[in-house]
C-alpha cells in the first residue's frame, strides 16, 4: 500500500500481517479520491476504523489541514503513528486508540469535520451505529460528507431516517463506498 499523490505521493505504508485491517487497496483509493479530491484541501478528516492509517494518510498528503484517526487496536494505532512518521504528517494529525463511539463522544464540542471516511468490519452494522450518532452530533454540519466503506450487500435505506442523504455509490467487486450527507442539501460529487 502506497501514497498515491500529494506532499508523500509513492511512499509505502506499514500495513499489519494478517487479516486484523483490511487496507483499502491503491485503486479503490484513488479511485476514492478521484471523488472528493476538491473537497479534500484545507479540510478537517475524520478517519474512523483507520487501521493502518492509508486513507487519512491519503488526505493529509494531499492538503488536508487536519486528520483524526481512530482505531481500538493497539497494534493497528501503533502501524498508523509509524505511518505518520515515516510520511511526515505527524504533526497534522490526532490519534485516538479508543472505540469509535467513545471517540466520537469525546471529540464532541472539540471539532466540527469536513469529511468523515469509515471502513468498518464488514456486515456487523458499525455504520449505522455511526451515522445514528451523527445525526444528532455537532461533529457535522450541512456541507459535511460522510463516506462509509463497506460490503457490497450493506443496506443504507435507514440513512434517511436519520436525516442523511445517500447521494452517491461507488460499487466494487465486493465493496462500496457510500457517498452520505444531511438531507436537503444539494449534491456536491
Not at 500495513?15 to 484541501?41: A, C, H, Q
Not at 478517519?47 to 486513507?55: E, M, P, R, T, V
Not at 451505529?129 to 457490497?152: M, N, P
Request: aromatic residues 10%; glycine residues 6%; charged residues 30%.
Amino acid at each position: 500500500m502506497r501514497v498515491i499523490a500529494g506532499s508523500a505521493r509513492s511512499l509505502r505504508l506499514k500495513t499489519l500481517d494478517g487479516m486484523e485491517t483490511r487496507p483499502t487497496t491503491d485503486r479503490i483509493k484513488e479511485t476514492l479520491f478521484n471523488i472528493i479530491g476538491p473537497s479534500v484541501y484545507d479540510c478537517i478528516f475524520l478517519d474512523l476504523f483507520s487501521g493502518s492509517g492509508g486513507i487519512g494518510i491519503e488526505a493529509l498528503s494531499r492538503g488536508a489541514k487536519e486528520a483524526v484517526f481512530v482505531e481500538k487496536n493497539p497494534k493497528a494505532m501503533a502501524c498508523v503513528r509509524d505511518n505518520l512518521r515515516f510520511t511526515r504528517l505527524a504533526p497534522k494529525a490526532l490519534t485516538m486508540t479508543s472505540d469509535v463511539m467513545d471517540a466520537l463522544y469525546r471529540l464532541e464540542g472539540e471539532k466540527v469535520f469536513d469529511l468523515i471516511f469509515m471502513d468498518p468490519p464488514y456486515d456487523k452494522g458499525f455504520e449505522e451505529h455511526v451515522l445514528r450518532y451523527l445525526a444528532g452530533s455537532a461533529l457535522v454540519y450541512e456541507d459535511t460528507v460522510i463516506i462509509a466503506e463497506a460490503s457490497k450487500d450493506t443496506d443504507f435505506s435507514y440513512a434517511e431516517d436519520l436525516g442523511f442523504h445517500v447521494f452517491r455509490e461507488k460499487i466494487y467487486k465486493t465493496n462500496k463506498h457510500v457517498f452520505i450527507e444531511k438531507a436537503g442539501k444539494e449534491e456536491i460529487c
